[in-house]
């Protein structure tokens, strides 16, 4: 029996305290042939330490800091570390996250020549007290652009196992000028190129919230975030007739955004509110051609 190089791509930076968790689950795979290779993205903490301590463990463990040369964030490192991979088949992973221990197993098994990836949920839990929130929804209604659009299915970065060679064949990989919701316009993107995707309805790996994530401080009203959100949904409103593909709740989804994005600036009395007005006024007129 063939078993394939997959390579394990993990940007980090400032982690410490938790890649270890996510390390060791990695060593724990019941699948053996793996890479791992880890990008710091200018940690100042003790991560340099700790993963030397890992490198020598096991010498699949690759770990690179960022060159000064590539912009810095989680996409640029995401990127760098395919540049350094060498599997057949590829899984970005977050460095807080934990693998079952026959996560890459199953995945790789439901692999066959005509399959570019295989997609599996995950178990959201509590960071601070280790407890199940809830699984994502992986399974789409029928038409999986607008589902993902919409958020009626989600699947973070870490769900996929994608084929090299189906990677290879994109003009971008992750956008490095994007802040957040960067899984999601990768994602997304990879959609348009209708790859034969095989979904498994079954978490694979634990997905850790922090109460004091990211996503909850755009919870209370981050700007620039929400500016950044902006840009992507605006972003993909050029892909999708690229794509062939139109539909009125994604322009109704997309208008609403941007309403309540204007509404919080207003109520804040935030500097980006005329930033957001124009941006209303201006999906308003695209969208009567759209």
């Known amino acids: 029996m063939i078993f394939p190089l997959i390579s394990i791509i993990i940007p980090t930076y400032n982690r410490a305290h938790l890649i270890n968790i996510t390390l060791d689950s990695i060593l724990a795979q019941t699948y053996q042939n793996w890479e791992c290779i880890i990008i710091d993205d200018g940690s100042s903490d003790n991560t340099a330490e700790l993963l030397q301590k890992y490198q020598d463990l096991d010498s699949r463990f690759q770990y690179y800091k960022r060159p000064d040369t590539k912009k810095k964030g989680p996409n640029s490192c995401r990127n760098f570390g395919f540049e350094k991979s060498k599997g057949e088949f590829i899984n970005w992973f977050d460095s807080d996250d934990i693998l079952f221990e026959d996560s890459i197993a199953l995945r790789i098994a439901n692999f066959n020549q005509s399959i570019d990836g295989v997609v599996a949920k995950c178990e959201i839990f509590d960071s ?5 929130i809830a699984e994502n929804t992986i399974l789409s209604t029928g038409n999986m652009i607008k589902d993902y659009f919409l958020g009626n299915m989600t699947f973070y970065v870490s769900g996929p196992i994608w084929r090299r060679s ?9 956008d490095e000028e994007i802040r957040y919701l960067d899984d999601w316009d990768f994602n997304l993107r990879m959609l348009y190129q209708s790859p034969n995707i095989k979904f498994l309805d079954i978490p694979v790996f634990r997905y850790r919230f922090h109460a004091f994530s990211l996503s909850k401080q755009i919870d ?3 700007m620039e975030e929400f500016k950044s959100e902006c ?7 050029k892909l999708i007739p690229k794509a062939g593909f139109k539909n009125i709740q994604i322009r109704n989804f997309i ?9 919080e600036a207003l109520v ?8 957001f007005f124009l941006k209303l006024i201006t999906l308003q007129i695209r969208f009567k051609k759209f």
């Open 255 to 263: 208008i609403k955004r941007h309403k309540v994005f204007l509404k």
């Open 166 to 174: 189906f990677l290879e064949k994109q003009q971008e990989l992750f």
């Open 220 to 222: 209370h009203s981050n």
């Open 128 to 132: 601070s007290n280790g407890l199940k």
């Open 231 to 237: 840009l992507a949904r605006n972003k993909h409103l």
């Open 268 to 275: 804040k009395k935030d500097k980006n509110s005329f930033w």
